[in-house]
Each structure stands twice: as C-alpha cells, then as structure tokens.
C-alpha cells in the first residue's frame, strides 16, 4: 500500500518508526516537566536521526528521500540543541563570535533543506519537460 511503498522491503515498518518518533514528540511536549522539555524533545530527536541514518529505510527509486528526511531531522535536532543554548541563557553570556556560530549553525540544515527543495523543483520541472517531449 501507500504507506510502506517507498521504503525497502524489509523496512515495510518504517512509516510506524515514523509515528512512534511524532507520538513520543508529543508525549515530551504534554507531560513532561516544563524544564526537561527541550532536553528530551533533543534526545527523542537525535535517536530518530540516528536511526534514520543507520537504515536509510527508503528504496532505491526514492533514495534521495534519504538525504531530504536526515537534513530535516538534522534541522529538528539543531533546533531543539538551540532551545536548550536559549534556555541556559547561554546566548545571553556569549560573545558576539560565538553568537554568530551559533545562528550559522543553527540556520544551516534550514538552508539545506530550502537548497534540496529548489533543486528538487528543478528535478521535477525537468522530468515534466522530458516527457512532454516524448508524447
């Protein structure tokens, strides 16, 4: 069916990994401690963006689905280690050059992410064009 067609056959599973990632996302966010939930959310993420990049569970027709889905868990992970810096008033206590590491790192997987998707539109575009062609 559609919801295991673009993973490798013995990952059929992983649309349920998925959900599990999102259901645990959502059980930090609603009944964890205020103070720890930027903490967990981190580790929750992390350990989906390991998972992810150990198995790279989608097929071969779609394996650029690979790169796309570790960049946007890379920009979640970055996003949530960025909450705990904010948090921890780390920001407040930095220099100016440490400050500007910190938003180019934390704005980079989002510009992989935007640069992967420009590119991806292209693909399409290109794709539409070759067969437009054929017919």
Do not use: C
């Amino acid at each position: 069916g559609a919801l295991y067609m673009d993973y490798r056959p013995s990952l059929w599973f992983w649309e349920l990994v998925r959900l599990g990632h999102k259901v645990l996302l959502w059980t930090v966010a609603v009944f964890a401690a205020e103070s720890d939930q930027v903490f967990m959310a981190a580790i929750v993420g992390l350990a989906m963006l390991l998972a992810h990049s150990t198995v790279n569970p989608y097929n071969e027709d779609n394996a650029d689905k690979n790169a796309f889905e570790a960049f946007v868990l890379m920009a979640q992970f970055v996003t949530y280690f960025m909450g705990m810096a904010y948090r921890g008033n780390f920001l407040a206590s930095a220099d100016v050059g440490a400050a500007a590491v910190l938003l180019v790192v934390e704005f980079s997987p989002f510009l992989l992410v935007a640069a992967y998707g420009f590119w991806s539109v292209g693909k399409v575009r290109e794709l539409g064009v070759k067969t437009a062609r054929k017919a």
